[in-house]
């Protein structure tokens, strides 16, 4: 990985969007697969780290007393996904790392502003959500997304028609709409090029 691409992890992405947080990993809100994503995340940011690759972690924060309260256990990152020293931090409140957030700024901070065409790598949790807003949002904004299949997860959901929406189809589904428009989707960090 080069030091122009960025490496976001969470909720959404880069430890952003409530990705390798408590919440996914039991309980209501449990994710299929959040265990070997979480593994497969780690991975990558143990390669960015060793790359020299900037590492921004992204936490949602829906308030005190929610499966998402960053002050609480529950709404806190895996220590398998923790920031490291000096690895920025954003807090959001909605799907999109971008709205309502300074990840623009420190983004550009890094030498990576808004219509500059830099690759962003994207992993974390729930891919229906943070993850492909995060790309959508990336994309309008002049980056490149690509989202690490393999670092994400996703759950099971009631369809309008009441039948359950199986967590794998909606994975799917979720990166085809990244592929289809937004950005790249590739299966493993082994698949990014250097």
């Known amino acids: 990985m080069k030091v122009a691409r960025p490496v976001l992890r969470g909720d959404s992405v880069p430890r952003g969007q409530g990705p390798t947080r408590h919440t996914y990993r039991s309980g209501v809100m449990a994710l299929d697969g959040a265990e070997e994503a979480l593994a497969a995340g780690a991975r990558l940011l143990e390669r960015a780290r060793a790359a020299g690759t900037p590492v921004i972690h992204i936490i949602n924060d829906g308030g005190e007393g929610t499966p998402y309260d960053i002050r609480a256990r529950i709404g806190s990152l895996s220590d398998e996904v923790a920031p490291a020293d000096g690895e920025p931090v954003v807090v959001k409140q909605v799907p999109n790392a971008f709205h309502g957030t300074d990840l623009e700024k ?37 980056y ?37 428009l937004f950005g790249l989707v590739v299966p493993t960090a082994d698949a990014l090029r250097d």
């Open 106 to 142: 420190t983004l550009t901070d890094l030498g990576a502003g808004p219509g500059s065409g830099k690759d962003l790598v994207l992993a974390g949790f729930m891919t229906h959500m943070c993850v492909t807003f995060t790309a959508e949002g990336a994309f309008y904004l002049g």
């Open 144 to 180: 490149r997304p690509t989202v690490v299949a393999d670092t994400t997860a996703t759950r099971a959901l009631a369809a309008p028609d009441g039948t359950v929406l199986p967590a794998a189809a909606l994975q799917a589904a979720a990166l085809t709409t990244v592929t289809d």
